[in-house]
């Protein structure tokens, strides 16, 4: 094949090309076709950046602040049981209190003093 009658490195000839582009709406519509193929090759990458800089942070951020919040309230009713317990054993550590519980709880009674101990009556037959 000689030099001159190639085809480009596109595969498709020039001069075919401006006598099949006679009709305007076939032009229009070509057109339209790459304006589509451009918007969509555009269009796609850029909303698969968005939801990887802004969508898949912001699900990271809102997971984090319920895991904050949830680990705050539980902190919250630590802080109350602690508070409860720092009470009950200021209170145990009293004398009053420690008598009380031996004297209610294991029967025990002061030198001197006579303990004594309530039985249930025995049921009728």
Do not use: C, K
């Not at 602040?65 to 009470?87: C, S």
């Amino acid at each position: 094949m000689p030099e001159d009658r190639r085809r480009p490195a596109g595969g498709r000839d020039r001069a075919a090309e401006r006598t099949r582009a006679v009709d305007p709406e076939v032009d229009r519509l070509r057109r339209r076709r790459r304006i589509r193929r451009v918007l969509w090759v555009v269009a796609v990458p850029t909303v698969l950046a968005f939801l990887v800089v802004f969508v898949y942070p912001t699900r990271t951020w809102l997971q984090q602040r319920r895991q904050l919040d949830a680990t705050e309230q539980q902190l919250t009713v630590l802080q109350r049981d602690t508070a409860l317990l720092r009470h009950q054993n200021e209170r145990l550590g009293s004398d009053a209190e420690v008598e009380r519980r031996a004297r209610e709880d294991y029967g025990m009674a002061r030198p001197g003093e006579t303990a004594y101990v309530l039985v249930p009556a025995q049921p009728l037959p």
